[in-house]
T-cell receptor, first 117, second 114 residues
Framework: AQKITQTQPGMFVQEKEAVTLDCTYD???????LFWYKQPSSGEMIFLIY??????QNATEGRYSLNFQKARKSANLVISASQLGDSAMYFC??????????????FGKGTHLIIQP | NAGVTQTPKFQVLKTGQSMTLQCAQD?????MYWYRQDPGMGLRLIYY???????DKGEVPNGYNVSRLNKREFSLRLESAAPSQTSVYFC?????????????FGEGSWLTVV
């Protein structure tokens, strides 16, 4: 079975500072994908970034980067130059590519990030 | 630019009532999913459908049924609602690839069972 662990229930960060949100995962499958989603107070799930298990380079999307350390089974999200609009819940998720069909994402419990002016 | 559309957005039910949450996607995706989100929890998979005509149980399927009506539509039915089913429900879809792919979510449906 797959498992995602996010150890930071909440974080307060000063505006313009960089933020690292922790995520560790557990799976025995060699082929998998790691995702980060943002959920603002309005409730929608916004896709941020994706990292495949065989990707050689860390994924980046604008101010978001994923610090992928395969041996440590960690996939931390880094947000550079944080903004007030970054305040939200952040979820790490994993999908195992087991073949034969997609079986969805396994989510962590999330980190509530608050950016302070 | 609809993406994944789910209805209704808000619903209050009495214990024992039934209802169906509707979901449709216009991205020609093969796979569709229903999740629930409870306070302090991440999303948990209720049911999924890897392709038209197939459905499978996820982590928390008890008390729910699903129908993959066609490639576009995937509905979730509560036959006899219970207060424990008070939650936010998300429908999602994706194109399945071995290299992984983005999963797109609907805006959520807030369900309260009293």
């Amino acid at each position: 079975a797959q498992k995602i662990t996010q150890t930071q229930p909440g974080m307060f960060v000063q505006e313009k500072e960089a933020v690292t949100l922790d995520c560790t995962y557990d799976t025995s499958d060699p082929s998998y994908g790691l995702f980060w989603y943002k959920q603002p107070s309005s409730g929608e799930m916004i896709f941020l970034i994706y990292q495949g298990s065989y990707d050689q380079q860390n994924a980046t999307e604008g101010r978001y980067s994923l610090n992928f350390q395969k041996a440590r089974k960690s996939a931390n999200l880094v947000i550079s130059a944080s903004q007030l609009g970054d305040s939200a819940m952040y979820f790490c998720a994993m999908r195992v590519n087991s073949g034969g069909g997609a079986d969805g994402l396994t989510f962590g419990k999330g980190t509530h990030l608050i950016i302070q002016p | 630019n609809a993406g994944v559309t789910q209805t209704p957005k808000f619903q209050v039910l009495k214990t024992g009532q039934s209802m169906t949450l509707q979901c449709a996607q216009d991205m020609n995706h093969n796979s569709m999913y229903w999740y629930r989100q409870d306070p302090g929890m991440g999303l948990r998979l209720i049911y999924y459908s890897a392709s038209e005509g197939t459905t499978d149980k996820g982590e928390v399927p008890n008390g729910y049924n699903v129908s993959r009506l066609n490639k576009r539509e995937f509905s979730l039915r509560l036959e006899s609602a219970a207060p424990s089913q008070t939650s936010v429900y998300f429908c999602a879809s994706s194109v399945y690839e071995n290299s992984g792919n983005t999963i797109y979510f609907g805006e959520g449906s807030w369900l309260t069972v009293v």
